[in-house]
Nanobody
Framework: QVQLVESGGGLVQPGGSLRLSCAAS????????MGWYRQAPGKQRELVAS???????TYTDSVKGRFTISSDNAKNTVSLQMNSLKPEDTDVYYC???????????????WGQGTQVTVSS
């Protein structure tokens, strides 16, 4: 089994910063993508940012220039530094990883439990 554990959500004022972190553990053979999605009630989960094992990064347009994704391949961790936060960034943020478990030949998608980010004055 593979587990993703997130930390770092909370309440912040507009213009403030938060850092989300996620650690993958368990029977991990390799990881080729890690990232963050977010979801508001009644809406589809959307990609915020992702990073591949060769450090190719992708951001949704609304966070470009404000959020920075980083990873540590050796530790199987991914972080999201969120600056200049806006009320519209309020959502539940989910860590994501595409993992090939040990003894398997294909990659599978895994999700964290979600962490609430609230931007409000």
């Amino acid at each position: 089994q593979v587990q993703l554990v997130e930390s770092g959500g909370g309440l912040v004022q507009p213009g403030g910063s938060l850092r989300l972190s996620c650690a993958a553990s368990g029977s991990i053979g390799s990881i080729n993508v890690m990232g963050w999605y977010r979801q508001a009630p009644g809406k589809q989960r959307e990609l915020v940012a992702s990073i591949t094992d060769d450090s190719t990064m992708t951001y949704t347009d609304s966070v470009k220039g404000r959020f920075t994704i980083s990873s540590d391949n050796a530790k199987n961790t991914v972080s999201l530094q969120m600056n200049s936060l806006k009320p519209e960034d309020t959502d539940v943020y989910y860590c994501y990883a595409r993992v090939r478990p040990i003894y398997y030949f294909i990659y599978r998608d895994y999700w964290g439990q979600g962490t609430q980010v609230t931007v409000s004055s």
